[in-house]
């Protein structure tokens, strides 16, 4: 056990080290065969606001045989101290180094967090090239989102679970626990966890390309299945609900509690990465989110408890939860809150029911400027919708409304681009009408770049380039005069290196390896990011960023994360990429005619609504 304390007094936010939160489990070291550490490639604040790390906490916890602690990127003060005195990097609960543990498993949320994973394992002691590591090295997995393309970090990591965690974590630790026992190689180890679906191994994979340098293949040694199938939690009633998590000792980015009320989404954003890699919906049971609910008040003295999912004014049950858990609530002034709303008059009518959500900003994502291109993305969003929603919000009370836009998306004009501050602004003349005072009333207008993203219609699109984003940005600014609406933008140039990466193919592991020795880590932080650095890296590395972040895919291409099965067959996103060019929508299978994706057959799983709510035949 390290000596931890004797850097809490140097450094900016001690509490992120501590660890000791109300909740956290300690288990005994020596009696408990199995260590795993859970490592967020992110600060604490933002690794602590993440739902999927308290329910492994919890899942992993539970079983006797293995005990899991947490680990987070350090802030660069700490990792100087860390390097200064070649202390190790170490977990939360013992103190203990990370390279004492028998397996490091990193979430993988956003791209611009992988070279934070290289440095995690640099401090821990850990080779970062798995080809390297010997076999008492912690065995070093990733999940998450970024895992659905995971080739640009594959060199890093001996194996990745696609999908969903909690349904495969207890297969895969069964397995290490036999090997173990058994005294079984580490090769032969990642042979029998690639025989688990679900799980990638990438040392058993070749990759292939063509003679002028482009992707062509990833091929499977023999005896190793050519595609790896997600795996997801069937049962609605099996997806875990963490009612003792973790408290932090520190605010952090969500400071609240949160109670999951379903998985998926069908709305068909066709830019939408998590829309695709999350289906079917599988919604929760309302009696047992009112029994959830009301055991994580108690247990952890939240103020405040958010209903999340990809999209929570879709829950089929949510206005008699809502009601139910605030008449529950009451006595003990606990408020009930949502992440994300529709731009619609019922959303405002839901926030309307939440006490707690009436003194911030409301929150709206029409994502484009215009009906054409809100068509083209399938954003089931239109102005009269978003005008009557602004209306009933200020109506309602609120003096503050936030819209969330993407510029560089697929077939986006000049036109589109001013249509954003034309809607901006009829959103703060309803503002006017409303009666609001001059002085109270404030609109935000953010946007974001659009990064075409693996696994979904838009994956063969490129990015927008840099320049054409500034420009974009430009235009926008100019029309932004009114001291009443404040203009927010996402940095080019790291939309630039997230595409880059969401695209990429083995090779970028080369490009990682020399941006850490430029010092790159935190790129996901303004004040840290350095594009210069990275274009150095990609030159040492022998690659063009722009062959990866700008090439329009054809549709006889090999992409190279063809071998990472989704569940959604390639002739529904096909589909849905030549419907985005003639603007035709696909509605939701919850309350239309099914589309046919795939996942429902490929899974072998229908999509599950509350209360014997059904959806449209397959």
């Not at 040694?221 to 875990?240: F, L, M, T, W, Y």
């Not at 049950?317 to 606990?334: K, M």
């Not at 697929?410 to 006017?432: N, R, S």
Request: charge should be negative; proline fraction near 6%; glycine fraction near 6%.
């Amino acid at each position: 056990m390290l000596d931890v304390e004797s850097l809490l007094r140097w450094v900016e936010k001690p509490g992120r080290y501590t660890g000791g939160e109300l909740n956290a489990v300690k288990k005994n070291w020596e009696d408990t065969p199995v260590k795993l550490a859970f490592a967020f490639p992110d600060v604490y604040e933002v690794g602590m606001s993440h739902l999927g790390l308290q329910i492994l906490y919890a899942v992993v916890n539970a079983r006797a045989d293995t005990l899991m602690e947490r680990v987070f990127a350090p802030w660069p003060d700490m990792e100087a101290l860390l390097r200064e005195r070649q202390i190790p990097l170490f977990s939360l609960e013992s103190h203990r180094p990370v390279k004492d543990f028998d397996i490091l498993a990193f979430t993988l949320q956003y791209e611009l967090t992988y070279t934070n994973v290289i440095n995690m394992l640099e401090l821990s002691g850990v080779n970062p090239l798995a080809s390297e590591r010997t076999g008492d090295a912690p065995l070093v997995i990733g999940g998450g989102p970024c895992a659905f393309n995971p080739e640009p970090l594959a060199c890093f990591f001996d194996l990745f679970v696609i999908g969903e965690g909690e349904e495969v974590i207890h297969e895969l630790l069964d397995a290490y626990h036999r090997g173990r026992r058994d005294g079984v190689k580490r090769g032969d180890l990642l042979s029998a966890a690639a025989a688990i679906p679900g799980v990638y191994v990438p040392s058993l994979y070749s990759v292939v390309y063509r003679p002028d340098g482009k992707f062509a293949a990833v091929e499977p040694h023999p005896g190793i299945p050519a595609r790896v199938s997600k795996r997801i939690v069937k049962d609605a009633d099996r997806i875990p609900i963490p009612v003792d998590p973790v408290i932090p000792t520190i605010e952090t980015v969500h400071d609240r509690g949160v109670l999951e009320i379903f998985r998926g989404c069908t709305r068909g954003c066709r830019f939408c990465q998590a829309g695709i890699i999350y289906r079917p919906v599988r919604e929760q049971e309302l009696e047992r989110l009112l029994a959830q609910g009301r055991a994580l008040a108690k247990n952890t003295g939240y103020d405040e408890i958010s209903l999340s999912s990809l999209s929570s004014v879709d829950y089929s049950q949510l206005l008699p939860l809502i009601d139910r858990l605030l008449s529950t609530f009451r006595p003990e002034r606990v408020g009930v809150s949502l992440p994300s709303l529709r731009a619609d008059a019922f959303s405002v009518e839901v926030a309307r029911h939440l006490r707690q959500v009436r003194k911030s900003t409301l929150t709206f994502a029409p994502e484009a400027g215009t009906q054409r291109l809100r068509d083209v993305v399938n954003k089931e969003v239109t102005r009269d919708a978003m005008l009557d929603a602004a209306a009933a919000a200020f109506a309602a009370g609120w003096f503050r409304v936030k819209l969330y836009f993407m510029i560089g998306l697929p077939t986006e004009t000049e036109g589109d681009i001013d249509g954003i501050a034309l809607l901006a602004h009829e959103v703060l003349q309803v503002g006017e009408r409303s009666g609001i005072p001059r002085n109270r009333l404030r609109l935000t207008v953010s946007t974001s770049c659009f990064i075409p993203k693996a696994h979904t219609p838009f994956q063969w699109e490129p990015l927008a380039h840099i320049e054409e984003l500034k420009g974009k940005i430009t235009r926008l600014r100019k029309q932004f005069k009114d001291r009443r609406v404040e203009f927010d933008w996402h940095d080019p140039h790291m939309s630039f290196l997230e595409a880059v990466f969401a695209r990429g193919d083995r090779r970028l592991g080369q490009v990682l390896l020399e941006a850490r020795k430029n010092g790159c880590r935190f790129d996901g932080w303004r004040e840290y990011f350095s594009f210069s650095q990275w274009l150095k890296a990609f030159g040492r590395a022998g690659l063009d960023p722009a062959e990866y972040a700008y090439r329009r895919f054809d549709y006889r291409n090999a992409l190279p994360w063809d071998h990472i099965d989704t569940g959604v067959n390639r002739e529904f996103l096909v589909e849905e990429h030549q419907r985005a060019y003639r603007a035709e929508p696909t509605y939701d299978c919850r309350r239309g005619n099914c589309e046919a994706c795939g996942v429902c057959t490929s899974l072998d799983l229908e999509p599950h609504l509350a209360e014997g709510e059904t959806c449209v035949s397959l």
